[in-house]
């Protein structure tokens, strides 16, 4: 079994943290296409009001660090996609079948498991009525938690990089992040944290169980 690294190894990784959706979940995209199609909508129309019709980024960028909640981001959102998408737990219907990583929950598990202290890095996308971090069921795992929408900054902001390291008391060169947006990693990186840019769930998985030197169990 991997031994934990301990505070002698200061060049060794002793924290991981980790993005949510496209590292802790699978790719939604396939999953929001045919959600569309079920809603009568275009296949793209998800992906096309959130991030190109400018109220929608307006929407989701308020709602990323708190400015409004998930139930008034529904709203706004609903009615940008189309006058009969009914608003009641937009986000939740959207994201529901979204499948969670259980491979990279698994070594983050082992990780655990070996003495790493663990934390959940993610831009939130509201946390009521839907909260998609008790849906995939991994809040529990992790010691720290720093939510955008909790905290009131959002990634690439450095602030929120130096807020995750300060509260598992970790310097960044014994940290790895793992995150699905490379515009992400450069502020990781300015902090001396390991950065893996997540991919296919299997090559992250692969990495990782390198870098920090831990074997999960993937039979199951």
């Given at each position: 079994?991997?031994?934990p ?25 396939s ?21 190109r ?19 008034t ?29 259980q ?28 909260n ?18 909790v ?28 995150d ?26 692969a990495?990782l ?12």
């Open positions: 079994m991997p031994q690294t301990t505070a002698a190894d200061h060049n060794a990784p002793r924290g991981l943290i980790l993005d949510f959706a496209g590292v802790l979940t699978g790719d939604p995209r999953v929001h296409r045919a959600w569309c199609e079920s809603e009568g909508l275009q296949p793209e129309a998800w992906r096309s009001a959130l991030g019709h400018p109220e929608g980024r307006r929407l989701y960028a308020a709602l990323e660090v708190g400015q409004i909640s998930q139930a981001w529904n709203e706004g959102t609903a009615s940008l996609l189309g006058a009969h998408v009914e608003p009641s737990n937009l986000m939740g219907r959207a994201w529901a079948g979204v499948p969670a990583a491979h990279v929950a698994a070594v983050a598990r082992a990780a655990k498991e070996a003495g790493y202290k663990l934390a959940l890095l993610s831009n939130s996308f509201g946390l009521d009525p839907f998609p971090y008790v849906h995939a069921g991994i809040w529990d795992l992790f010691d720290v938690h720093v939510i955008s929408e905290v009131g900054m959002a990634k690439p902001d450095p602030a929120i990089y130096q807020l995750t390291l300060e509260r598992l008391g970790l310097p960044g060169s014994a940290c790895v992040f793992v699905d947006h490379p515009v992400n990693l450069p502020p990781a990186e300015a902090l001396g944290i390991t950065t893996v840019l997540a991919t296919r769930e299997a090559d992250t998985v990495k169980q390198d870098l920090l030197g831990v074997r999960a169990d993937l039979a199951a």
